[in-house]
């Protein structure tokens, strides 16, 4: 079974500048999370999909991120405009809603920006 | 509101050594625990987790963790340290609430294995 996949790995960028990235999760999983992970610090969620729908993104700072899952596969976070403290981890992690809180969220390999 | 303390942003242990890595959590509700582990430069990966019933749950790699409801604990151990268990450790909570499956995590401990 294949696992989540995210690209790019790394990415650099100057800020201001706009990025984008990408993940796929494992086939049939309805919930997608993207998480933001700061060096040092543990992953903090910054939206979660069910499907193609929201259904939580009380941490994502809307005014510059933004995230889709149009189809309920695959999704895009994208920073625009990027600002230095956006340098983080971003995670992608996907699960198949069993209910209750249970759920074993499987992760991809991340994304690594650094803003200049 | 759910939350994660981790005691010790590093520790070192000598290889064949008692691995004893500490998580307290703070639950409005039954939570749900969890342990993460992270290698350099990978996602993390699901050792074991805790819903309901027993509290000693066993995971992968030899790992075992106790859920002490009196003590607000989930600490996480290992009986013999291997030199391959070097990485970043993550404990995590979430909600018994359905539909509800965020995770909150800890801000992790590195573990060093001394040969």
């Known amino acids: 079974e294949a696992g989540v996949a995210q690209s790019p790995r790394y990415k650099i960028i100057e800020k201001r500048q706009s990025v984008a990235f990408w993940c796929n999760p494992i086939?049939?999983?309805?919930?997608l999370y993207w998480y933001q992970q700061i060096l040092g610090q543990g992953p903090k969620l910054l939206i979660q999909?069910?499907?193609?729908?929201?259904?939580?993104d009380s941490q994502l700072p809307k005014d510059r991120f933004s995230a889709e899952r149009l189809k309920g596969v695959d999704s895009t976070l994208k920073i625009q405009p990027a600002k230095l403290e956006d340098s983080a981890v971003y995670l992608c992690?996907?699960?198949?809603?069993?209910?209750?809180?249970?759920?074993?969220?499987?992760f991809g390999p991340g994304t690594r920006l650094t803003v200049l | 509101a759910q939350s994660v303390t981790q005691l010790g942003s590093h520790v070192s242990v000598s290889e064949g050594a008692l691995v004893l890595l500490r998580c307290n959590y703070s639950?409005?509700?039954?939570?749900?625990l969890f342990w993460y582990v992270q290698y350099p430069n990978q996602g993390l990966q699901l050792l074991l987790k805790?819903?309901?019933?027993?509290?000693l749950v066993k995971g992968i790699n030899g790992f075992e963790a106790e859920f002490k409801k009196s003590e607000t604990s989930f600490h996480l151990t290992k009986p013999s340290a291997h030199m391959s268990d070097a990485a970043e450790y993550f404990c995590?909570?979430?909600?018994?609430?359905?539909?509800?499956?965020?995770?909150?995590f800890g801000t992790g401990t590195r573990l060093t294995i001394i040969p």
């Open positions: 992690a996907s699960s198949q809603p069993q209910g209750g809180g249970t759920d074993t969220q499987y």
């Open positions: 086939s049939g999983h309805a919930t």
């Open positions: 999909f069910q499907n193609n729908g929201v259904v939580d």
């Open positions: 639950s409005s509700v039954p939570p749900y």
């Open positions: 805790y819903t309901t019933g027993a509290t």
């Open positions: 995590a909570v979430s909600l018994s609430n359905f539909g509800n499956e965020k995770l909150t």
